[in-house]
């Protein structure tokens, strides 16, 4: 997946990877100078395997540097496939986690007595695309 060297997105993938035993990649705009702390220094820790990009490149060929890095990691013959994860988790499958929360609430007690949930989401794609 994407996002800048802070990215929560990109920290939580590198996490759960980290703990089902998948190996994380991870594609985020930044300078090779960047301060390795906050969510940057957990990707690390994690295990996730880090390719930084200047923001034009992130801006400009996202997309492509992400196929990029999967056509090697196909290509290094032991087996691997990427699956693309797009900036955000921002596709019909990551929707689903948002499926699985409400039946954690539902399942735990505390949702059934809500007539509303509130789910934050966010990504500098989406608040980007508004301004527009």
Partial sequence: ?????????CRMTAEACARVGLRCVLLLRGSAEASVEG???????AGAEVHLCTAEEYRSRRGELMEDIAAKIA??????KAYIIPEGGSNALGCFGYVDVV???LD??????AREIFAPTETSSSSK????
């Fill in 1 to 9: 997946t994407c996002g800048a060297t802070q990215s929560n997105h």
């Fill in 39 to 45: 969510n940057f220094l957990l990707d690390l820790l």
């Fill in 75 to 80: 290509s290094r013959g032991d087996g691997s």
């Fill in 103 to 105: 039946d954690e609430l």
């Fill in 108 to 113: 735990a007690g505390v949702a059934e007595d």
């Fill in 129 to 132: 695309s508004r301004t527009e």
